[in-house]
């Protein structure tokens, strides 16, 4: 499972945890892949695209290059601008409670 590290470390920012020390406790559950020159070229390509059709905000669009590079499914409970992306490449699957 890929992670999209900005939206994890992201959520506990928010709530006035220290990313540093959840980096270290992902780093030692699960392999982290850390961005490439690829993925903000990706991104671009898709941001660029959704921005003429509409809007996208550029987080998603980088959690859906992310999917697309690493060809891995992307699992979300946001159904309102994922199903977007979906013309891109990634594979969406609903998060169930």
Known sequence: MYVALYEYFWSYCYIGRDYHREEAVL?????????????????????????????AP?????????????GASLLTKDERRFPRMERYGPEFVKWLP
């Open 27 to 55: 780093e030692k559950l699960s392999q982290v892949v850390y961005p490439s020159r690829e993925l903000p070229l990706k991104a671009m390509e898709i941001n660029i695209d959704l921005a003429r059709r509409g809007r």
């Open 58 to 70: 550029q987080a998603d669009v980088m959690i859906a290059a992310t999917a697309i590079l690493f």
